[in-house]
């Protein structure tokens, strides 16, 4: 093998190289971006079930008993932090002190997109209990 030809053998192999580093970065950069925008719409479905959960009978508890949600305006409060944080995503009272949050988003990919994957969709849930605590005790 001549001096030519061993150059253009390394040549190859960089440019081989080079072609799949660039593949394994930019698939490691969309897959982290998919799983925090996963981890986000998580979050997202936390914070509306919190923000539902707000919405309680007051009355009740101030009477010591156990505090309800108020459907309509739980629905109401969690569809509105949904919406401001540009998401969608459902409400389902599930019970008197229980309810569940389901979010829908999407990722686009930066790197992938270029091979023509799109947009992902990423989904978060929630689950919330309201319970009265009274001196760090569930009553």
């Known amino acids: 093998m001549t001096r030519d030809e061993r150059g253009a053998v390394v040549t190859v192999w960089v440019a081989l190289l080079m072609t799949v ?3 394994v970065i930019g698939i490691s950069v969309d897959l982290t971006g998919q799983v925090n925008a996963q981890q986000r719409a998580h979050d997202l ?8 959960a707000n919405q309680s009978r007051v ?3 101030m009477q010591g008993h156990t505090p309800e949600i108020d459907p309509a305006a739980a629905q109401v409060a969690a569809a509105d932090y949904l919406a ?3 998401v969608t995503g459902t409400v389902t009272i599930t019970g008197p002190t229980t309810l569940t949050i389901h979010v829908t988003t999407s990722y686009q990919p930066h790197f992938l997109a270029g091979f023509g994957v799109g947009a992902k969709a990423v989904t978060g849930d929630a ?13």
């Open 21 to 23: 580093l660039v593949a």
């Open 59 to 61: 009355a009740l508890a």
């Open 84 to 86: 401001a944080a540009g």
């Open 45 to 52: 479905a936390q914070q509306a079930g919190r923000a539902a």
């Open 127 to 139: 689950a919330v209990d309201l319970t009265r605590v009274v001196n760090g005790a569930p009553r």
